[in-house]
């Protein structure tokens, strides 16, 4: 299980450093709504990388419950489509958890098609417009060498 690095008391307030890094990258050139429709997906594949990964249930003041959110934040990062097929190659040698968002998904309707959609294409001919990782942060920060956060 992944601890995050906690601050003394006292001190001052500074975000958790986690030993693991959660990034997703998305292709540059897509629309809003589809940068947001992959960003999602990629997240819950993601959510499946690990036991550990997934938080606990939220419950608000008036004892509504809500559903548990990844426990780290998630880095997005912006790519045109060579970088985020070097990214992939980088992913695909280190071994880390990774979920995909490939053009051909945009035009399938439901999972079963989506799978054969990517069934049907080398890796390395895949037309990647997404690309999430988890894993160690050192690895995830090999991986993500050079890219710019979405902006």
Not at 38 to 55: K, P, R
Request: glycine share 10%; proline share 5%; hydrophobic share 45%.
């Amino acid at each position: 299980m992944t601890t995050p690095t906690i601050r003394p008391a006292g001190s001052a307030p500074s975000p958790l450093r986690f030993e693991t890094k959660i990034a997703v990258v998305v292709r540059d050139d897509l629309a809003v709504w589809q940068k947001l429709n992959v960003t999602a997906f990629l997240a819950s594949g993601i959510a499946h990388a690990g036991d550990d990964i997934m938080g606990k249930p939220y419950e608000d003041a008036s004892g509504h419950d809500y559903l548990a959110l990844l426990r780290e934040p998630v880095l997005c990062y912006a790519a045109d489509a060579g970088t985020l097929t070097r990214t992939h190659t980088r992913a695909l040698s280190r071994g880390v958890p990774t979920a995909l968002y490939t053009a051909g998904m945009f035009a399938t309707g439901n999972d079963d098609d989506n799978r054969a959609a990517v069934r049907a294409v080398a890796a390395d001919a895949l037309d990647l417009v997404g690309l999430a990782v988890y894993g160690p942060r050192g690895i995830v920060d090999k991986i993500t060498k050079g890219l710019k956060l979405h902006g």
